[in-house]
């Protein structure tokens, strides 16, 4: 088959033994790759089992465009049960792992069982082996990654692993690939914990088999200099994704002090791209194939962290440990950051939790006794690296927080709920549903909670235009007209990017649809259309939604945190907005677009139309609204 090696692995930790099936061609032009099909694989596993029960299944996979000259095409995906939201899990890295995953004969992976003790699996070039991890427990991922180059003699081997974090099962634990690359959201990294899974090596040679590879590589070629000479490759270049903290911060888009403040016009320049830039920059990192490279080399040479040099901080991560807990000091943020890589974790979720954790302090509900002896408050970067270290390695009050926030504001209770920002579980990131309200729409009907990646809306709202998907107008900020159609639409179209799989990043460069449409036709063979690819994603997007209304979630998710609802901001860049009523108009809105109830469920008629069967089986139909 073009376009994908046509084999997944299959590793059973029970047994210790592999199986190797091959990908049927029907089955990859429905689901296409990376998300969705996953999607497909997952949809048969009993899902009443918990996150941790050795009969879950872990899947990675790739698309068929991972690993080939197209722009920003080096993605990968993790999918199980989240351990964090007891939903749909899934989670997105790039860096090399994903295309030498296909260079050494496999597009996906399927994990089963758990190993009764460590163990990293080692694929070169087809050639599959299980081996001991006793002498990298306790690891970080750093040392991890270099231990086992050293050990298999090459330097080129990719290594993807989890931390101390996903070690002791944080339920926002993160994988970790390539020095700093995270598949972070929703603690998949502890399903791999749990299976006692470390690591899983690649190296590969293989060849990767286009149906026409001429006039692939043309469009690809083209693609990337449209890309390198776009304002917006010029920006994430010189200062990452950072490079919108200023404009983000003019339209509300900030969360500063755990979602309760509206300005902070003198700390926050401290925060500012060029500034950033300024202060610990040293160079700039690309994932393969990627024409932007905004990935931060960042040093830091004076000062109490002088020493800390290697990957730096992103937008997400600097507002969750700088803006929303007050600290403006750069230095801490990078800091705070290589521990999280190195641990494993969600630099989103580790923020929200040690932002959480700060206003419990501020407001009693937590004491220096209940905090180990830490002063918690506003802004005290040292006490935020500190926690993050103790999250990290789950000790004392690390313990409670490495649970996620819902759970430990459970715990502490006292009105603690009210301070943890979370849609289905999931931490809010960065991006404030006051400064741009098609967030209140967009966060809680993605499958996996509170998330950005899964269509990062706000952008269309921002001047990013999409003609080719019916959206030629920017939209208003603070209006609901169009924006649950939209969110459906995008919801749909981002679902193929990670089944293809590539970064979101290319989009900015000026990448559309039909350019998605020529690649994948290109590279397949197929004589795909808008239709059909968008066809793709509501199909994936459907059986997710039938999978979480099975476990229990529902319309009642569908929803924001109070705070959000009801605490304007009568200072910065919100104006004093408040997404409800607007939001209910927009979900009534987003519902009629999916074909689904007015309660949110998919209707008969779209799970035959979209022939949901080959998935999942009659009692998911019988969920079904008719």
Not at 11 to 35: H, I
Not at 421 to 436: A, N, Q, S, T
Not at 512 to 525: A, D, F, K, P, Q
Not at 544 to 566: C, Y
């Amino acid at each position: 088959m073009s376009g994908y090696v046509g084999k997944i692995l299959t590793v059973d930790l029970n047994t210790l033994s592999f199986d190797v099936e091959e990908l049927n061609a029907d089955l990859a032009r429905r689901y296409l790759g990376g998300s969705s099909l996953a999607t497909r694989l997952l949809a048969g596993m009993d899902w009443q089992r918990d996150s941790y029960d050795p009969e879950t299944d872990l899947i990675f996979a790739t698309g068929p465009i991972t690993g080939t000259s197209a722009p920003a095409s080096a993605r990968y995906v993790v999918c199980s049960k989240s351990p964090l939201t007891s939903g749909w899990g899934e989670a997105h890295a790039s860096g090399y792992w994903g295309p030498e995953l296909k260079y050494a004969g496999f597009d996906a992976i399927i994990i089963k069982g758990r190993a009764e003790r460590p163990v990293y699996l080692l694929i070169n070039d087809q050639a599959v082996q299980l081996k001991s991890a006793e002498h990298l427990t306790g690891r970080d991922t750093y040392q991890t990654e270099t231990m086992l180059r050293n050990e298999l003699k090459d330097k080129k081997t990719r290594v993807l692993c989890i931390g101390p974090a996903g070690e002791k099962m944080s339920r926002i634990a993160a994988i970790i690939n390539d020095h700093g690359r995270a598949a972070a959201r929703g603690g998949i990294a502890a399903v791999m914990g749990s299976k006692n899974l470390k690591a899983i090596a690649v190296r590969g040679h293989g060849k990767l088999k286009m149906a026409d590879e001429g006039s692939f590589r043309a469009l690809s070629k083209s693609l990337h200099k449209m890309i390198s000479e776009s304002p917006a490759r010029a920006a994430l270049h010189s200062h990452g994704t950072n490079v919108g903290m200023e404009a983000f911060y003019t339209k509300g888009d900030v969360p500063i002090k755990n979602w309760t403040q509206g300005a902070w016009d003198e700390n926050i320049k401290n925060l500012y791209g060029p500034e950033v830039t300024r202060r610990i920059l040293t160079g700039a990192s690309s994932c393969r194939a990627c024409p932007i490279g905004c990935g931060r080399i960042i040093e830091v040479k004076e000062g109490e962290y002088a020493g800390l040099a290697g990957k730096g901080p992103e937008y997400e991560t600097i507002a969750a440990f700088g803006a929303l807990c007050l600290n403006d000091n750069i230095e801490a943020i990078a800091k705070a950051n290589d521990l999280c890589n190195r641990y494993g974790l969600d630099t989103i979720s580790t923020g929200a939790a040690v932002a959480m954790a700060m206003e419990c302090y501020d407001r009693g509900l937590l004491t220096p006794k209940d905090l180990d002896g830490l002063e918690l408050t506003w802004g005290n970067h040292r006490a935020i690296v500190t926690l993050v270290e103790k999250i990290g390695c789950r000790e004392g009050i690390g313990d409670l927080l490495a649970e996620g926030t819902r759970r430990a504001a459970e715990k502490i209770g006292k009105g603690a709920e009210e301070a943890a920002i979370h849609v289905k579980g999931l931490e809010l990131p960065m991006h404030d549903p006051r400064g741009f309200n098609s967030w209140a729409v967009s966060y809680p009907t993605v499958s996996r909670g509170g998330c950005h990646i899964a269509a990062p809306t706000y952008w269309l709202e921002r001047g990013v235009t999409f003609p080719d998907l019916g959206f030629p107008e920017q939209l208003d900020p603070h209006s609901a007209e169009n924006k649950g159609q939209w969110t459906a639409v995008f919801q749909d179209f981002c679902e193929v990017l990670e089944s293809m799989v590539t970064c979101k990043f290319c989009l900015y460069g000026g990448v559309r649809s039909n350019h998605v449409v020529e690649l994948i036709s290109l590279c397949t063979g197929w004589d795909m259309d808008l239709q059909e690819m968008l066809k793709i994603g509501e199909r994936a997007n459907n059986i997710k939604r039938l999978i979480n209304l099975k476990l229990g979630f529902g319309i009642k998710d569908d929803s924001l945190p109070e705070r959000i609802r009801s605490l304007s901001l009568q200072t910065g860049g919100t104006d004093g907005y408040l997404p409800v009523p607007d939001m209910d108009i927009m979900l009534a809105d987003y519902y009629r677009s999916r074909g689904w109830s007015k309660d949110g469920v998919p209707t008969r008629e779209k799970f035959d139309g979209l022939d949901l069967s080959d998935a999942l089986g009659e009692e998911y139909r019988a969920l079904s609204a008719v």
